[in-house]
């Protein structure tokens, strides 16, 4: 396998308010960009990007957002409701730093969320590929974030291995779900202006969401969206099954 893409380089860069850690497969600015989830990070994704540059050959790269990781600053509680679009606001600044106007953006869960909101607000062209992502605050995601809570301790030893402060990240990430302020929160009628490929996918045992949230989520968007399912997946869909996800986005990006 090529160096470049085996073994990533690695950067901090220097936002207006935050500093991200990065992790690029291949040279060059990246034509694909991955978006991690909630309560993820660049090591999370596993072998995703390696393999999806050296099946695209494409340059891939991956951020941790802050507080993740080792990216700054670190929250203090929950995050704010507008948490997400701040984000979005993050990424087109990542993407103006690093020379990189439009690669293919693949988010999963919170991270295809963010995706979506930077397409549906700026003159995004390229393609979306969102995993698991949500539109709208459901009840079955609550529920199952409430039961994390109830086993902080566990969830936040498991983070530790990927997190400079895990459980900041957690109280951060399961504070704002599970916030009365977050209840309402609901992008179905913003994505409705994506103009670009999309590609929604869910895991048919998704344990964060009903089967409705991703055709709903696709119908929002309208006729440049289509959504699938896999077969007995759950929300961890790049876990549970990593060549499915990587031959699915390849195909996606590439046409072949």
């Given at each position: 396998?090529n160096s ?5 380089t690695t950067?901090?860069i ?18 694909v ?5 909630g309560?993820?990070?660049v ?6 990007p ?7 050959g ?10 993740h990781?080792?990216?700054t ?5 929950p995050?704010?409701?507008g ?14 730093v ?12 919170d991270?295809?969320s ?12 390229s ?7 949500h ?12 039961t ?5 301790e ?6 530790a291995?990927?997190h ?20 309402n929160w ?17 895991g048919?045992?998704?344990?964060y ?12 968007i ?5 959504c699938?399912f896999?077969?007995d ?6 876990h549970q099954?990593p060549?499915?996800?990587?031959n699915l986005i390849?195909?996606t990006?590439?046409?072949?």
């Amino acid at each position: 396998m090529n160096s470049d893409i085996d073994t990533p380089t690695t950067a901090a860069i220097a936002l207006t308010s935050a500093r991200v850690e990065t992790s690029t497969w291949g040279s060059g600015p990246p034509r694909v960009v991955l978006l991690h989830d909630g309560l993820g990070s660049v090591g999370q994704w596993r072998d995703v990007p390696a393999l999806l540059a050296s099946t695209t050959g494409l340059t891939v790269m991956a951020y941790d957002r802050p507080g993740h990781g080792r990216s700054t600053p670190t929250p203090r509680g929950p995050w704010s409701p507008g948490w997400l679009h701040d984000e979005a606001l993050l990424l087109a600044e990542l993407l103006e730093v690093i020379s990189a106007p439009d690669p293919v953006l693949v988010g999963h869960s919170d991270g295809g969320s963010i995706a979506a909101i930077h397409a549906a607000t700026t003159a995004t062209t390229s393609t979306l590929v969102l995993l698991a992502a949500h539109s709208w605050v459901e009840a079955v995601t609550v529920e199952a974030i409430a039961t994390m809570i109830h086993n902080r301790e566990q969830v936040v030893a498991g983070l530790a291995r990927h997190h400079a402060e895990p459980g900041a990240v957690f109280d951060a990430w399961a504070g704002v779900w599970v916030g009365d302020e977050f209840a309402n929160w609901d992008i179905r009628e913003l994505i409705g202006a994506i103009a670009c490929r999309t590609v929604v996918v869910q895991g048919s045992r998704d344990e964060y969401a009903s089967p409705e949230h991703a055709t709903s989520t696709a119908d929002a968007i309208g006729d440049n969206a289509t959504c699938m399912f896999l077969d007995d997946v759950g929300h961890l869909i790049h876990h549970q099954a990593p060549a499915e996800v990587v031959n699915l986005i390849a195909t996606t990006v590439t046409g072949v």
